[in-house]
């Protein structure tokens, strides 16, 4: 039973498409996040979401958008994508917001703009 | 932010050698985790560790938060260790930030 899984794990897709990464975690957390890993393996937040509220919101190019249908649950949308938009995704949960706890990551998805 | 700073960025070992990964941080912190990134990308938790010593099998990790600083030792290192060992540490503004890793190779 994957704790935080990821779909899909591959994408790859040209230049102004649209595309979404779903995740979703069986842990009972209440916190989920959205990394970013770039191809130097430096990893950023991009967003938090809390009990399904908005609580993290980086510099991140507004064509990315969170949602969170519930706490379980943490989707990227992603629109008009750019070449630079390249990079692994990494979505992860934990227990609360405040940073008590350690986090668990999903496997990542990979996603290259062509 | 938090600057987080990791050392060395490449080790290379020999099977069965100990090593010692340093990670540096600029201000205080309420939160420590340490992560493994295998060869096929998969990140690990290893410790969550805001202060004191834990040890897990052959890893160990030790943090002095007064002196801002945390080591993660491997003993008797395996090629299963090898990949990306990350340093992240969180404070007030409840956003964890990593460092730019350690890259372990160990080699048969």
């Known amino acids: 039973d994957t704790a935080v899984s990821q779909t899909p794990k591959y994408l790859v897709t040209q230049m102004g498409n649209d595309k979404s990464i779903k995740c979703e975690q069986n842990l009972g957390h209440d916190t989920m996040y959205w990394y970013k890993q770039d191809s130097k393996k430096f990893l950023k937040i991009m967003f938090s979401?809390?009990?399904?509220?908005?609580?993290i919101n980086e510099t991140v190019p507004n064509r990315f958008s969170p949602k969170s249908p519930d706490k379980a649950h943490l989707n990227l949308h992603i629109n008009s994508l750019e070449l630079g938009d390249s990079a692994v995704y990494f979505c992860?949960?934990?227990?609360?917001?405040?940073?008590?706890?350690?986090?668990?990551f999903g496997s990542g998805t990979r996603l290259t703009v062509v | 932010g938090i600057q987080v700073e990791q050392s060395p960025p490449d080790l290379i070992l020999q099977e069965g050698a100990n090593s010692t990964l340093r990670c540096n941080f600029s201000?205080?912190?309420?939160?420590l985790q340490w992560f493994h990134q295998n060869p096929w990308g998969q990140l690990i938790n290893l410790f969550y560790i805001p202060s004191g010593t834990k040890q897990n099998g052959r890893l160990s990790a030790t943090t002095v938060a007064t002196e801002r600083y945390s080591l993660l030792y491997i003993s008797s290192s395996q090629t299963t260790d090898s990949g990306v060992y990350f340093c992240a540490v969180g404070s007030n503004d409840y956003k964890l930030s990593f460092g730019a890793g350690t890259t372990v190779t160990v080699r048969a």
């Open positions: 992860a949960s934990s227990q609360d917001s405040l940073l008590n706890y350690g986090y668990t």
């Open positions: 201000d205080s912190v309420n939160n």
């Open positions: 979401y809390n009990n399904k509220e908005l609580i």
